[in-house]
Structure formats: structure tokens, C-alpha cells
């Protein structure tokens, strides 16, 4: 008797893939020679012992009520700037969608699009340096910044759903004699509107990660007063600061992925 | 017979409502944020910002300034690379401890393993803090240890990509068919060696794609890096717009957004070999 063996034939030689390989391997070891970086400098006693001082500066964090009432309104700012920036972004996106889902024509459409993905090529830290500049120091700064890069990414996002949806019911309501406005109004956007809503809550959760560190080029929140401490050189509040960011961050983890089991325990 | 046209939207109330707790939520976000869009009309702020954007048309392409763009970039890209090598360094044994594939201490109906599992969570927590203090965070930290340059951003970048590597590694070879090393480790075989004849077979691939698709972030995240003084592009982009060189500013943009690009399209053609 014999059972049947599962034979796999060896995988064939590929040159190709060892060549990869081999210049993949040779330009990381390129990138530290480059960089005069020895990995085994780094874990000398000197090195270490820096290290370990430098982080000893930071400890006991620095919790008393008065800066921890700092902390909070920093949390908050931080969180106000992330939503405004987002709120304000869905509605100009919504106002883009029509032309980048190709309503108004193929040169609307060509145009809105470079624009779309020119707001959102550019980092959103590059944006915040740019609007210091356009309105100064301080979280205003901040919420244009994210609005901008949002606008880029939730303006195609948002055409692409309006692209995909279908068109029945609201050329239902076209033939019935109703305008182009309500038609979009009841007919379309009631189907689009749960999909706009969850890839806007997903951009607000990647903008309050990015509200924390847009402060380091002045821009207000979390950000500003980390960079601002450490200038100063008080490791105690910069610490308490980091921790703040850190338990900010974990939440709003925590919170998405919350909201993200129960939206899919919801379709099933 | 009468027919009564109902002309009020019988949902109005319950949309003034809303409209008016958006108000009240609004208000105070406003004030925080210290929202004033005057400031974007006001002809001093124009001034500054219109002088700016002249410049940048044209673009700097004297050959100086050139030799240095072109010089900060391979920078970045050697940023990137030895930062995700790091990376790995740090992810490989932190992925391996935490999956639970490969866990000694769950075989069996008891599960008195305190000791493994006080040290897979501490692992856990270590990883948590590595990858959840943004990569920017740990640059301007580490800046101040080891001055500005390069070696801050790689390592950066080594910290908080070990943080994420190390998380998904551990996802994909719980998720990955288990079974092969869950037999070997049930037959009296090292960890170690149930990683590399029962896991790695399978999941080889998804592991070497993922590192290459991190790297190709790594390259976004040391272009902004260079911000807070952590070498490359973003810091040559940081001491031009210090000077409102605008037409040096769109030079690098401009490269930036090239190099962006020549990364995509090189994790792409390296991922698909992999496929």
C-alpha cells in the first residue's frame, strides 16, 4: 500500500532574486559606511553611560497640579486642533468630490485631482513651517496645516466612493423631475455618507497623532511644549510631556480599535 | 376627500438640536485653537507670505546648492536603510518573544508559567513605548545625545520601526499556518528551531515584503525628521525656510517629492520579486 506523498518541486535557482539580494545587502552596508555609523560604537561604556545620564535627567517626571493642568490643556488644544482641522477638511473635501469624481467634466476632474494630490504629497510638518509663516506662532497654524493635507487625502478618498456609488436612485429622483441639487442631496449622499463618516474618523485619528509633534516647528499643542521645555533644558516637564503624548496616543489605539471591532461585528 | 401636503420637515427639531450641540462643542474648540481667520488677510502676514512664494519660481539650481540637495538625499536614503537594518535588530528577538506561536509556556492544560509570561509582557510594554513615542519625538531626544546629524535620525528610526516591526512580525506568524511549529515544539524541539523549520518557511515572504514596504515610510519619516536637526533633506529644507529662501525651499519640495516617488517604486519592484 502506498498513500500519496505530496511532493513539492524545489524551488528553481533564481538568479535574478540572489542578485537582489546581494544589492540589497550591499547598499545597507553601504548606508552605515556612508554614514560613518559602527553599530558597535553605540554600545561602548562611555556611550552608555551617557545615555543612562541623559535619561536620569528625566526622572522623577515632573507632576505637580499646576503643570499637570498645563499638560491638560495642552492634551486638549491638541485634540481641538486634530478635530477642527479634520471637521473643516470633510467639508471642503465633500465641496471637491463633485469635480474629482468627474461631474463637471474630464478638465475639472484633471485639475482638482493634481491639486488633491499635491496637498497631500507634501508632509503635513512641511505645511506647518509653511503656515507659521503665513499666520504666525500657535495652533491656528497647526489646524490650517492639517486641514491642507487632509483636504488632499479625503478629496480623492471622497471622489472615489462618489465615483463608485451607483447611480439608481438618484436618477430615479432626475426622472421624477427633481433638480440636480436634491438629487445629490437625497439620493446620493444619504448612500455615500456612512463610508465619507468612518475615512473621516480614520484620518482624525492619524491627525491626532500628528497634532502631537506639528508643535515642533511652532505650531501649537503637545508638540510646542516638549520643544519648548527641552530648550529650556527641564527634562522633569519635558518627561511628564512625553509620557501625556504616549498615554494619548495608546487611547486613541485603543478607542479605534474598539470602534473597529464593533463596526465589524456590525456588518457581520 | 382631503389630502394634506405635509410642507414641514417633520425631523426639524431633533436637527436643531444637533445643530445647537455643535455650537456648543465648536465654541470652545474655536477658542482653543485660536481660530482667526484674519490673520490669513492680514496685509503684513500677505507680505511675508507673497515675498516667500515669489521666490519660489524659479528654483535654486545653482550647482552648489545642487552638489548639497544631492548630497542630503543619498543621506536620507541612507538614513532609512541603516535605520531599518537597526530595526530589524531590535524587532527579530522582541517578535520572536512575544508571538504566541512559539510559546513553550502555553502547551499543556496548566499554565504555570509565571515567569515566561511576566517577560513576554514586559516585552509587550517595552514595545509599546518604542513604537507608540512618534519617531520625531525620539530624533529631538536623541539629538541632544548625540549632537545633530545622521546618527540621531537612524537611530530614530531603529527605535520606533523596531516597535512596529517587532509588532507585526509577531501578527503575521500568529496568523501564518502554526501548525508545523506547534508539532515540532510539541516534539521536544527549541524554540529557535521551530521558528526556522516551522515558521519561517511559510511566512518568509509576508515578513521580508512588510520590512520593505516600513522602509519606504522610513525614507517619508527621515525626510521630516531633519526638522528637529536629525540630518538629510528636512534639515536643509529647515535651515532654508529659517532664511525665507524660497527658491531653495522648491528645490528641495521638489526633490523631496522625487524621492518619495523613486522609493515607492523600489519597494514596489523589490516586493514584487518577493511575490
Known amino acids: 500500500m502506498s498513500t500519496p506523498i505530496n511532493i513539492q518541486p524545489a524551488r528553481q535557482f533564481c538568479l535574478k532574486c540572489l542578485l537582489t539580494l546581494l544589492i540589497v545587502f550591499g547598499l545597507t552596508i553601504a548606508s552605515f559606511i556612508y554614514l560613518a555609523l559602527n553599530p558597535a560604537n553605540l554600545f561602548t561604556l562611555e556611550a552608555l553611560k551617557n545615555i543612562t545620564e541623559f535619561i536620569g535627567r528625566f526622572f522623577p517626571p515632573d507632576l505637580s497640579p499646576d503643570f499637570l493642568d498645563k499638560i491638560w490643556h495642552g492634551v486638549l488644544q491638541t485634540l481641538a486642533i486634530s478635530a477642527l482641522a479634520t471637521l473643516i477638511a470633510a467639508i471642503f473635501s465633500l465641496g471637491l468630490s463633485l469635480p474629482v469624481s468627474g461631474r463637471f467634466g474630464p478638465t475639472a476632474k484633471g485639475i482638482t485631482r493634481f491639486i488633491c494630490n499635491f496637498l497631500r504629497s507634501v508632509p503635513e510638518l512641511v505645511w506647518a513651517a509653511l503656515m507659521v509663516l503665513a499666520v504666525g506662532l500657535g495652533p491656528f497654524a497647526g489646524t490650517l496645516a492639517l486641514m491642507l493635507h487632509t483636504t488632499g487625502v479625503l478629496g480623492r478618498l471622497f471622489g472615489e466612493s462618489l465615483e463608485n456609488h451607483p447611480t439608481v436612485s438618484s436618477n430615479a429622483l432626475m426622472l421624477n423631475g427633481s433638480g440636480r441639487v436634491t438629487s445629490f442631496l437625497y439620493g446620493t449622499l444619504p448612500g455615500i455618507a456612512p463610508q465619507l463618516l468612518s475615512y473621516s474618523l480614520y484620518r482624525w485619528e492619524m491627525n491626532i497623532r500628528m497634532a502631537t509633534i506639528l508643535g515642533f516647528v511652532g505650531a501649537g499643542g503637545l508638540g510646542q511644549m516638549l520643544y519648548y521645555e527641552l530648550s529650556l533644558l527641564r527634562e522633569a516637564q519635558a518627561s511628564t510631556v512625553i509620557m501625556a503624548m504616549l498615554v494619548l496616543v495608546i487611547f486613541v489605539d485603543f478607542v479605534s480599535n474598539k470602534l473597529r471591532r464593533i463596526q465589524m461585528h456590525n456588518q457581520g | ?275
Open chain 2, 1 to 275: 376627500m382631503q389630502t394634506s401636503i405635509i410642507s414641514r420637515d417633520p425631523a426639524t427639531p431633533y436637527r436643531l438640536m444637533g445643530l445647537l450641540l455643535a455650537i456648543a462643542i465648536l465654541w470652545p474648540m474655536l477658542q482653543l485653537t485660536q481660530f482667526e481667520p484674519k490673520l490669513l488677510i492680514d496685509p503684513n502676514n500677505i507680505q511675508v507670505m507673497g515675498d516667500f512664494l515669489v521666490q519660489f519660481f524659479p528654483p535654486n539650481i545653482e550647482a552648489t546648492f545642487l552638489s548639497l540637495v544631492i548630497k542630503a538625499t543619498v543621506e536620507t536614503l541612507a538614513m532609512a536603510t541603516a535605520g531599518i537594518a537597526l530595526a530589524m535588530v531590535i524587532a527579530v528577538p522582541l517578535g520572536l518573544i512575544i508571538s504566541y506561536s512559539l510559546s513553550i509556556s502555553r502547551i499543556g492544560p496548566t499554565s504555570d508559567h509565571q515567569f515566561a509570561q511576566s517577560i513576554r509582557f514586559l516585552a509587550r510594554s517595552l514595545m509599546l513605548v518604542l513604537r507608540g513615542i512618534p519617531e520625531i519625538v525620539w530624533a529631538l531626544l536623541l539629538v541632544r545625545v548625540f549632537g545633530l546629524g545622521a546618527i540621531a535620525g537612524v537611530l530614530a528610526i531603529a527605535i520606533t520601526y523596531g516597535g512596529m516591526l517587532a509588532k507585526v512580525y509577531s501578527e503575521i506568524l500568529e496568523s501564518g499556518n502554526t501548525l508545523p511549529a506547534r508539532a515540532l515544539i510539541l516534539s521536544g524541539s527549541n524554540r529557535i528551531a521551530a521558528f526556522l523549520y516551522g515558521l519561517l518557511p511559510g511566512s518568509a515572504q509576508e515578513l521580508a515584503s512588510y520590512t520593505v514596504y516600513r522602509w519606504e515610510c522610513a525614507v517619508r519619516a527621515s525626510v521630516v525628521m531633519g526638522f528637529v536637526g536629525a540630518g538629510g533633506l528636512g534639515q536643509l529644507m529647515d535651515q532654508s525656510m529659517k532664511m525665507l529662501n524660497g527658491g531653495e525651499v522648491s528645490t528641495i519640495l521638489v526633490v523631496f517629492l522625487g524621492l518619495v516617488l523613486l522609493a515607492d517604486y523600489i519597494s514596489l519592484i523589490i516586493r514584487k520579486q518577493l511575490a
